[in-house]
């Protein structure tokens, strides 16, 4: 088989590192208000933010330029978290009061009630197409199972797995690995569990026993992220086989945010011990090194990423007794990266969704600018995030790149 000398290539502007972009975050219309944790699909164009406000979810379809507060029916007390398929399909949240589960398939406009125990509810995730979940029982103040679904929803099962003061958890994009925390009382009674098997079987990975509040996890589950009250970030590059302190303030950090293939991460803290504000910290290279972020003064309780990390979304709460409450956004120039494979007789590029259209295009000659866009239509690969275009090889060069329409 003859197969074609393919190159990648996107304009050098689009990739050269620019910290200057933590400077960039503005404020969306969502109004000041206690708001909780806040999800996003895999654009950034479906967003979810909850408030303390009773039954109550607000949802935007345009990344935040407007926003509807929709009424969960049958909730009596405050939503505690909530969770997007990647294309914004299926949007699912949990509510600790009344020990329910609910889902909706039309952006949060009706829900539909969850055949559940009656168990307090406190975190759910889901896989990419969302028809794998995983729900936690417990939270910071009690103790609770784990139940997974693999019909969107429809059935659940307990998993084996310990009943304790389950936290957070996140998924892989094919909801076959999952990462789950543990918080106590105690300094250093928390700890990180792993799933391999949908969320059936939960095994304690070797982090270090801390009071850990929230977990992150890349598309393909091999690099997890994890954040504690008592002010360590830990990140794990080998789905949570060994794990290493970030260099991060010693700040109660209170969720975390990671892209889809991990590079970009996300946290944020609620009111600081040292210098009385909450902070916003992001990172370009899997936590290795931390940019502080010029965010208001306030406490800071929910962070969001597209899967390209060029879209972050943070959420303010004035109950912890900042003035401020709004929910911001951060908007970086996307620079996808075109990726090149074998499959059978064809050749696959793909990219990973991003939150900016981009069209490929095909150019026979780099000694001309005849770029050409092709007009095959991306797949969305919901396994890894990304979008996928299947091309035949022939006997002349070809060299493709991506350009915003």
């Given at each position: 088989m003859k197969v074609a000398k393919i190159?990648?290539?996107?304009?050098?502007?689009?990739?050269?590192?620019?910290?200057?972009?933590?400077?960039?975050?503005?404020?969306?219309?969502?109004?000041?208000?206690?708001?909780?944790?806040?999800?996003?699909?895999?654009?950034?164009?479906?967003?979810?933010?909850?408030?303390?406000?009773?039954?109550?979810?607000?949802?935007?379809?345009?990344?935040?330029?407007?926003?509807?507060?929709?009424t969960?029916?049958?909730?009596?007390?405050?939503?505690?978290?909530?969770?997007?398929?990647?294309?914004?399909?299926?949007?699912?949240?949990?509510?600790?009061?009344?020990?329910?589960?609910?889902?909706?398939?039309?952006?949060?406009?009706?829900?539909?009630?969850?055949?559940?125990?009656?168990?307090?509810?406190?975190?759910v995730a889901s896989s990419a197409d969302g028809t794998k979940l995983v729900a936690l029982g417990g939270g910071l103040t009690s103790a609770g199972p784990i139940f997974f679904s693999a019909d969107s929803g429809q059935t659940w099962m307990q998993a084996n797995a310990s009943i304790t003061n389950w936290v957070s958890v996140a998924s892989?994009?094919?909801?076959?690995?999952?990462?789950?925390?543990?918080?106590?009382?105690s300094p250093f009674g928390g700890s990180i569990y792993t799933s391999t098997n949908s969320g059936l079987d939960w095994t304690p990975t070797t982090a270090p026993n801390l009071q850990y509040l929230s977990v992150a996890s890349s598309a393909d589950g091999s690099k997890l992220l994890a954040a504690t009250g008592g002010g360590l970030i830990y990140s794990s590059t080998n789905s949570g086989k060994t794990w290493l302190s970030n260099s991060v303030p010693q700040e109660p950090w209170f969720r975390?945010?990671?892209?889809?293939?991990?590079?970009?991460?996300?946290?944020?803290?609620?009111?600081?011990?040292?210098?009385?504000?909450?902070?916003?910290?992001?990172?370009?290279?899997?936590?290795?090194?931390?940019?502080?972020?010029?965010?208001?003064?306030?406490?800071w309780n929910g962070i969001a990423a597209s899967a390209d990390g060029d879209t972050l979304l943070a959420s303010g709460d004035t109950s912890f007794g900042s003035a401020n409450g709004g929910i911001y956004i951060l908007h970086i120039a996307p620079a996808p990266e075109l990726d090149i494979s074998a499959v059978n007789n064809d050749f696959a590029i793909s990219w990973i969704i991003p939150s900016t259209n981009f069209?490929?295009?095909?150019?026979?000659?780099?000694?001309?600018?005849?770029?050409?866009?092709?007009?095959?239509?991306?797949?969305?690969?919901?396994?890894?995030?990304?979008?996928?275009?299947?091309?035949?090889?022939?006997?002349?060069?070809?060299?493709?790149?991506l350009k915003a329409p």
């Amino acid at each position: 088989m003859k197969v074609a000398k393919i190159i990648w290539l996107v304009a050098a502007k689009l990739i050269v590192a620019d910290f200057a972009f933590a400077q960039n975050w503005t404020q969306t219309s969502a109004p000041n208000n206690a708001w909780g944790p806040i999800a996003a699909s895999a654009d950034g164009s479906n967003l979810a933010a909850l408030v303390s406000q009773p039954n109550v979810i607000w949802v935007s379809t345009n990344s935040g330029t407007t926003w509807t507060s929709n009424t969960v029916s049958g909730v009596t007390g405050r939503l505690e978290c909530a969770a997007w398929s990647a294309t914004g399909g299926q949007l699912t949240a949990v509510a600790l009061n009344a020990n329910t589960i609910y889902s909706s398939t039309n952006f949060g406009t009706t829900w539909i009630s969850n055949s559940v125990p009656v168990e307090p509810w406190f975190h759910v995730a889901s896989s990419a197409d969302g028809t794998k979940l995983v729900a936690l029982g417990g939270g910071l103040t009690s103790a609770g199972p784990i139940f997974f679904s693999a019909d969107s929803g429809q059935t659940w099962m307990q998993a084996n797995a310990s009943i304790t003061n389950w936290v957070s958890v996140a998924s892989s994009a094919s909801g076959g690995n999952w990462v789950a925390a543990v918080e106590t009382q105690s300094p250093f009674g928390g700890s990180i569990y792993t799933s391999t098997n949908s969320g059936l079987d939960w095994t304690p990975t070797t982090a270090p026993n801390l009071q850990y509040l929230s977990v992150a996890s890349s598309a393909d589950g091999s690099k997890l992220l994890a954040a504690t009250g008592g002010g360590l970030i830990y990140s794990s590059t080998n789905s949570g086989k060994t794990w290493l302190s970030n260099s991060v303030p010693q700040e109660p950090w209170f969720r975390v945010a990671c892209s889809a293939d991990g590079r970009t991460l996300a946290a944020v803290s609620i009111l600081g011990n040292i210098s009385n504000t909450g902070y916003v910290y992001t990172s370009t290279n899997s936590g290795m090194t931390w940019l502080s972020n010029s965010v208001p003064n306030q406490s800071w309780n929910g962070i969001a990423a597209s899967a390209d990390g060029d879209t972050l979304l943070a959420s303010g709460d004035t109950s912890f007794g900042s003035a401020n409450g709004g929910i911001y956004i951060l908007h970086i120039a996307p620079a996808p990266e075109l990726d090149i494979s074998a499959v059978n007789n064809d050749f696959a590029i793909s990219w990973i969704i991003p939150s900016t259209n981009f069209v490929l295009q095909q150019n026979l000659d780099l000694t001309t600018t005849n770029w050409v866009t092709l007009t095959n239509t991306p797949t969305l690969n919901l396994t890894n995030l990304q979008n996928q275009v299947m091309l035949s090889p022939s006997n002349s060069s070809g060299f493709y790149r991506l350009k915003a329409p």
